[in-house]
Nanobody
Framework: QVQLVESGGGLVQVGGSLRLSCVAS????????MGWFRQAPGKEREFVAA???????YYADSMKGRFTISRDNAKNTVYLQMDSLKPEDTAVYYC???????????????WGQGTQVTVSS
């Protein structure tokens, strides 16, 4: 069993930056691939980025260039650095853990409670 707790969301102006964190707890947390997804009101959940336990990275095409995923296995923490934020980035951002890097939520076994990111214009 893996528990995930996100933090770092908030209100930011257009063009600003935020760094989200997700702390994983559990005996084998560091061995999981970790992903970030987001869901805006009235929209489907959207893949953002994922990183394997060894550091292999996979981004959604639309997220490349502005978002950076990283992890610190010693701290069981994965980060999502978000730069040049736009109003359309407003969403609840969720951290997830699964056996492999994947771009679909069904491939992940564990989810955090989410953290709200609001970008104001």
């Amino acid at each position: 069993q893996v528990q995930l707790v996100e933090s770092g969301g908030g209100l930011v102006q257009v063009g600003g930056s935020l760094r989200l964190s997700c702390v994983a707890s559990g005996r084998t947390a560091s061995s999981y691939a970790m992903g970030w997804f987001r869901q805006a009101p009235g929209k489907e959940r959207e893949f953002v980025a994922a990183i394997s336990w060894s550091g292999g990275i996979y981004y959604a095409d639309s997220m490349k260039g502005r978002f950076t995923i990283s992890r610190d296995n010693a701290k069981n923490t994965v980060y999502l650095q978000m730069d040049s934020l736009k109003p359309e980035d407003t969403a609840v951002y969720y951290c997830s853990a699964g056996p492999d890097v994947a771009g679909t939520g069904e491939r992940y076994d564990y989810w955090g409670q989410g953290t709200q990111v609001t970008v104001s214009s």
